[in-house]
């Protein structure tokens, strides 16, 4: 099956200094792949290289077989589409326009019922007429989830998407992006919280400095010494009724033996 974005030997620098070293990377249907790794160690990069918005120096970019090199802005958004960590809106449009953006391929009366159903989706139907200025950040951020929910690409990428959300609404939105792998779209995301992304991820991908250092279901990648090697944590995952827990404590808070 062709995988619906793929990076094959991605270098990205910055200042001569390497964002993305030699990484591949994969998601196809009907999976969620979790990037994790800590503050500088790429994440967001990689997500904007596989959408073809950070300058690859070497390798390639690939959505849904095609080089990203040459495909156009439109064909970009037709096989993908993005949820950006910055969650800023300009303008105080109703929550349902916002939403509606997702869906502007279509026809108006269809892109309004979209963009409905994308917000009672997330359980903001309630305020589809509100400005978004006039929302919480925790709301406003729904709303953009909303406007990714809308969106007909086959790859969904989310850059940080329960950041700053209350516990249940992270799992809310973990759940809806679980929902889009089951039918049959690839989702792509980075995670700071490493239990949400255990619990919820099919699939791992950790960075650090740049490289993939762990790759797999999430027992096969946040193992005891990555946990240690890359996050500074000494624990490990448990299995518990409500899916992995992560039980860990700071290194440099363990007291000595």
């Known amino acids: 099956m062709t995988p619906a974005g793929e990076l094959k030997g991605a270098v990205v620098r910055r200042d001569a200094r390497p964002v993305l070293d030699r990484v591949d990377f994969t998601v196809s249907a009907g999976e969620v792949v ?64 916002i939403a509606a953006l997702g869906a502007v391929d279509r026809p108006p009366a269809r892109a309004r019922r979209d963009a409905f159903a994308a917000l009672d989706r997330v359980g903001l139907s309630a305020l589809a007429d509100r400005g978004v200025l006039d929302m919480s950040g925790g709301e406003r951020a729904r709303v953009l989830l909303a406007r990714l ?32 792998a089951a039918r049959g779209r690839a989702v792509a995301l980075t995670l700071h919280d490493l239990g949400l992304a255990a619990r919820s991820c099919h699939r791992l991908v950790v960075l650090h400095q740049g490289r ?6 999430p027992r096969d990648a946040l193992t005891p010494d990555i946990l240690a090697r890359v996050f500074n944590l000494a624990g490990e995952l448990i299995d518990t009724v409500a899916g992995p827990v992560l039980a860990a404590s700071r290194l440099a808070d363990q007291a000595p033996s």
């Open 149 to 180: 929910l809308a969106v007909e690409a086959p790859l969904l990428v989310a850059d940080e998407p329960a950041a700053g959300l209350d516990p249940d609404a992270q799992l809310l939105v973990m759940d809806l992006l679980r929902q889009e």
């Open 34 to 97: 979790g990037v994790l790794g800590p503050n500088g160690a790429g994440k967001t990069t990689l997500l904007r290289a596989l959408l073809g918005l950070a300058r690859l120096e070497a390798g390639e970019a690939r959505l849904g077989g095609g080089a990203v090199a040459h495909l156009s802005a439109a064909a970009r958004a037709r096989r993908a589409g993005y949820l950006p960590q910055e969650r800023r809106v300009a303008w105080s449009l109703p929550a349902w326009r």
């Open 212 to 217: 993939v250092v762990a790759e797999g279901p």
